[in-house]
């Protein structure tokens, strides 16, 4: 029997996953001492990331083949907002950032080619595609949480933040992922399955820019 093609995703991205880990925005965000703008940054453009994430979760459901298909898609477009507009507001108010604050934020360079990126996927791929290229945020994300949560962050502002993605709530929602995938693979010719391995690379990369973007507090250049 044929591994799950996340196993050669993950594979096939293993070494940008290894850099992500030891990253110092995460190895310091770990250990409390991220410097707070570095986190303002992040939080900043993290808002902006997720409204077009969101964006791509709606055009999943637009291609989904069934009911139960379009209702997952549904409901993690429908978390996706719920997170902007409660788990941001909170860290957006003890950062000291209003809610006008984060709505006028420059799109940096990273975020506006991450999003692009995946909404180009959305658009012109088929839904085994887009399944693999937002695979990353959401595995990426719950592997940086469990890794993290073993430090214990001082800082509660961080604690909290790494508690969000290693609960078990969202690791139900990247279980739902990983079944979407492994079903939609199962289909899936050998140029497709080629396709939707370039793509969840991509956004591998894209994810180790972003953290990367605020760690230098990255701008245009001009």
């Given at each position: 029997?044929a591994?799950?093609?996340r196993?050669?995703?993950?594979?096939a991205?293993?070494?940008?996953?290894?850099?992500?880990?030891?990253?110092?925005?995460?190895v310091?965000?770990?250990?409390?001492t991220?410097p707070?703008e570095k986190?303002?940054f992040?939080?900043r453009?993290?808002?902006?990331?997720l409204?077009?994430?969101?964006?791509?979760?709606?055009?999943?459901?637009?291609k989904?083949?069934?009911?139960?298909?379009?209702?997952?898609?549904?409901?993690?477009?429908?978390?996706?907002?719920?997170?902007e507009?409660?788990?941001?507001?909170?860290?957006?108010?003890?950062?000291?950032?209003?809610?006008?604050?984060?709505?006028?934020?420059?799109?940096?360079?990273?975020?506006?080619?991450?999003?692009?990126?995946?909404?180009s996927?959305?658009e012109?791929?088929?839904?085994?595609e887009l399944s693999a290229?937002i695979?990353p945020?959401?595995?990426?994300?719950?592997e940086?949480?469990?890794?993290?949560?073993?430090?214990?962050?001082?800082?509660?502002?961080?604690?909290?933040?790494v508690h969000?993605?290693?609960?078990?709530?969202?690791r139900l929602?990247?279980?739902?992922q990983?079944?979407?995938?492994?079903?939609?693979a199962?289909?899936?010719?050998a140029?497709?399955?080629?396709?939707?391995?370039e793509?969840?690379?991509a956004?591998?990369?894209?994810?180790?820019?972003?953290?990367?973007?605020?760690?230098?507090?990255?701008?245009?250049?001009?």
């Amino acid at each position: 029997m044929a591994a799950p093609l996340r196993q050669t995703l993950r594979r096939a991205a293993a070494s940008i996953w290894q850099a992500i880990f030891h990253h110092p925005f995460l190895v310091e965000l770990g250990a409390g001492t991220l410097p707070r703008e570095k986190f303002v940054f992040f939080i900043r453009q993290d808002f902006l990331y997720l409204q077009d994430f969101a964006r791509v979760l709606c055009l999943g459901g637009a291609k989904a083949p069934d009911l139960s298909t379009m209702d997952l898609f549904a409901r993690h477009a429908r978390n996706t907002v719920l997170v902007e507009q409660a788990l941001h507001a909170t860290f957006a108010r003890r950062l000291g950032l209003s809610q006008r604050a984060l709505e006028r934020t420059p799109v940096a360079p990273v975020t506006h080619a991450y999003t692009r990126h995946l909404l180009s996927v959305a658009e012109l791929g088929g839904l085994g595609e887009l399944s693999a290229a937002i695979l990353p945020c959401y595995w990426i994300y719950q592997e940086v949480g469990i890794r993290l949560q073993r430090s214990r962050p001082r800082n509660p502002l961080y604690a909290r933040w790494v508690h969000a993605y290693a609960g078990t709530e969202f690791r139900l929602l990247v279980q739902e992922q990983f079944r979407l995938l492994d079903r939609l693979a199962t289909d899936a010719t050998a140029s497709q399955r080629q396709r939707m391995t370039e793509h969840f690379v991509a956004s591998s990369r894209y994810e180790y820019l972003f953290w990367d973007q605020a760690y230098h507090l990255r701008n245009w250049p001009a």
